[in-house]
């Protein structure tokens, strides 16, 4: 059965969220306080790089399933189920910065009336606990605009997302799971019943363990890439290698093969902001998150070892020319928070050297993101539009994002070049044919 629903936010989990549950039948409006957004949202223009999206928009678009606005009112007044899905940026403490949240809630309350029942969903991967704050404040705010029994207009329920950026639209349709967590276990069943047509595996709980589920599975799976990334270190010592040992690992069905790739660290919006989090919120209940820690700095150092392994090759970078094949911080996506990318290159430039960059989607917010480094740099810091014009002129190629489009390469032109392969794309011995020398990571 159709039902309405608004959707606070239109970045990747908010337009992802809305325009799959419209395409699902429920009725949808997208919010957003960026009106150049909602206008091009309004024209089926999809802002963000994520495959599928632009269609199912456009179909949910035609069936009138879905209409985007930056009018609160609006929404409020025409949705029963109101989707939070806002940035929770990490603080330079680690601490989620719930401002945007805050502002959320507190537009929401200002659009109340008296008769409205409205179940707030906190879609935002917030803090452990935060379910239970947002209850008393939205109360206080209700209370502040006259309301005697705020309590009986809403109800708070977590329903965190799990959507890879790159297969966001095919997360969301065929999901592992939905978590919905709330204090009231009929309102966590209306939220449930949204996800209804994908029967999926459904886990209903109350609040702080539907938030720490989230939590919990993204550091746990940030874990899995630095351990990997360690032992990827030790196989390179020992004359290991580190992609037959991982398989050996990952068919033990216990372990499983999935985020056992090593490589030259994670990005994202999800991992390093999550762990950042949890990290936070343990150390607040006197926990001292020592595995959580260690996850975080040896990502931090996983991320220049293809810059470490680069000067071995050379006296100096000063002078030398470097190509780098990829921005985002994973194919088939536009994002670049976090990405190693950004690590690298800074530490390319601080050495001397010139960068030639290339990214089949992210060129434009990499621009944005090295904006400081154009102006200090603006002779060293290359941006090119194909990946073979990084390579004229270049000493050496790092390939940071395993992009498809680089699977298949005329190996040819990496004659007389260094390769370091970030992300064990190639083939070693294939490479080493053409190449002055290649090192993957964790390769012998």
Same mark, same amino acid.
């Given at each position: ?16 969220? %809305? ?32 495959? %599928? ?92 605009? %006259? ?298």
């Amino acid at each position: 059965m159709s039902k309405r629903i608004a959707v606070v936010g239109t970045g990747y989990v908010g337009l992802v969220s %809305g325009a799959c549950f419209a395409y699902l039948g429920h009725k949808v409006i997208g919010l957003d306080i960026d009106p150049e957004k909602i206008e091009r949202l309004k024209k089926g223009e999809v802002p963000i790089y994520e495959p %599928g999206l632009d269609k199912i928009l456009r179909q949910a678009i035609d069936n009138k399933n879905i209409e985007f606005t930056t009018d609160y009112g609006y929404a409020v007044k025409n949705s029963d189920f109101i989707f939070i899905a806002v940035g929770t940026p990490s603080r330079d403490d680690g601490s989620a910065d719930l401002s945007y949240v805050e502002s959320a809630y507190r537009s929401i309350v200002e659009e109340m009336e008296e008769g409205d029942f409205k179940i707030i969903v906190n879609k935002s991967t917030v803090p452990v606990g935060t379910g239970r704050w947002a209850k008393e404040f939205i109360s206080s705010l209700l209370r502040e605009k %006259g309301f005697k029994e705020p309590e009986k207009m809403f109800e708070v329920v977590s329903n965190p997302e799990f959507l890879r950026e790159g297969k966001a639209v095919e997360d969301f349709m065929n999901p592992d799971r939905v978590v919905v967590g709330a204090d009231n276990r009929d309102y966590a069943g209306m939220v449930a019943s949204l996800y209804e047509k994908l029967q999926p595996a459904m886990i209903i709980t109350d609040l702080p363990t539907a938030e720490m589920i989230k939590y919990a599975s993204n550091s746990f799976l940030a874990t899995k890439i630095s351990f990997i990334n360690e032992i990827a270190n030790i196989c390179e010592r020992a004359g290991a290698d580190v992609s037959v040992v991982a398989r050996g690992m990952g068919l033990d069905h216990r372990i499983s093969p999935h985020f056992l790739n090593a490589g030259c660290g994670f990005g994202g919006s999800c991992f390093p902001k999550d762990v950042k989090a949890l990290v936070y919120t343990a150390k607040q209940y006197n926990v001292e998150p020592e595995l959580l820690t260690a996850t975080l700095d040896v990502n931090e150092k996983q991320k220049v070892k293809p810059v470490e392994k680069l000067e071995k090759y050379f006296d100096a970078l000063n002078g030398k020319t470097v190509a780098l094949w990829g921005l985002a911080f994973k194919p088939d996506t536009d994002d670049m928070r976090e990405a190693p990318s950004i690590s690298i290159v800074r530490k390319l430039l601080e050495k001397g050297a010139t960068v030639k960059a290339y990214d089949p989607v992210a060129m434009e917010n990499a621009k944005k993101v090295f904006k400081g480094e154009i102006e200090k740099y603006p002779e060293k810091l290359i941006f090119c539009d194909d990946k073979y014009d990084t390579l004229e002129g270049s000493d050496a190629l790092i390939l940071v994002t395993e992009w498809s489009e680089f699977k298949d390469v005329d190996f040819d032109r990496f004659r007389n070049k260094v390769i370091i392969d970030g992300r064990n794309l190639w083939e070693p011995s294939i490479v080493r044919q053409y190449a002055k020398a290649y090192e993957g990571i964790g390769k012998p």
